[in-house]
């Protein structure tokens, strides 16, 4: 009874979750301006993104909770959900839909007594550190890095498609492969079983960010949410 229980909240989760597979990562360090970068995160909404990353970790708090406003607004018109980097006062204030956690921050258990209606992500590197965070309370994780890739170059050579699989099968949480994804890497890690995708630089480097967010989203069924 236990497990079919289990089971049935997992699959709950899974479900609600849906619009997290394709998982878009700011970095507005490859714009010219506010107003360019704003630009082009509406370019992957039209596009059919469901869930984007602010993760700017320059910004003072002040900066930060106007420019969570201005992408809370933009994610809303297009039925999209927000997720903030690490904090979730800001999340909370803001009215995104979650936080992302560092491996290493606070556990999301404990994000979660205090900001209940928050979805909780956490960053892994590790089989270990996936498993931790499952014990923790994370609602998705993202693994990294699958591939070589110059943004996580800190957390050591590339974890590689079998250890990919390995995390995924030995989780029940929604797992996002992160590091060095591209689009035609993407049918090899869903077949590894990640439950989708998150990026930053294939798509902001992309000359054209709507077509090329709408042909992310074609291997997951389109516009889902």
Not at 31 to 43: H, I, K, Y
Not at 83 to 102: C, K, P, W, Y
């Amino acid at each position: 009874m236990q497990t079919l229980e289990a089971n049935y909240t997992h699959k709950m989760i899974t479900q609600d979750l849906n619009g997290l597979r394709m998982y878009l990562i700011t970095d507005r360090s490859l714009f010219d301006g506010g107003g360019e970068f704003l630009d082009a995160v509406e370019a992957t909404l039209m596009g059919g993104v469901k869930a984007i990353q602010l993760r700017e970790k320059d910004l003072s708090d002040y900066e930060l909770v106007e420019l969570g406003k201005k992408l809370r607004l933009l994610t809303s018109n297009y039925g999209a959900r927000l997720f903030i980097n690490s904090r979730a006062d800001i999340a909370e204030q803001i009215g995104a839909n979650g936080v992302h956690l560092a491996e290493t921050s606070v556990h999301a258990h404990e994000v979660k007594r205090n900001f209940p209606d928050l979805i909780v992500g956490v960053s892994t590197h590790s089989l270990e550190g996936a498993h931790l965070a499952e014990t923790q309370g994370a609602d998705y994780i993202t693994f990294s890095p699958i591939y070589e890739t110059p943004s996580k170059a800190s957390y050591g050579p590339p974890q590689g498609l079998d250890t990919l699989r390995q995390v995924t099968h030995a989780v029940r949480l929604p797992v996002l492969a992160l590091g060095g994804i591209t689009l035609h890497r993407v049918p090899e890690c869903l077949e590894q079983g990640a439950f989708g995708v998150a990026l930053i630089s294939d798509i902001w480097n992309s000359s054209h960010i709507k077509q090329h967010s709408f042909e992310y989203m074609q291997n997951f069924g389109g516009n889902t949410l």
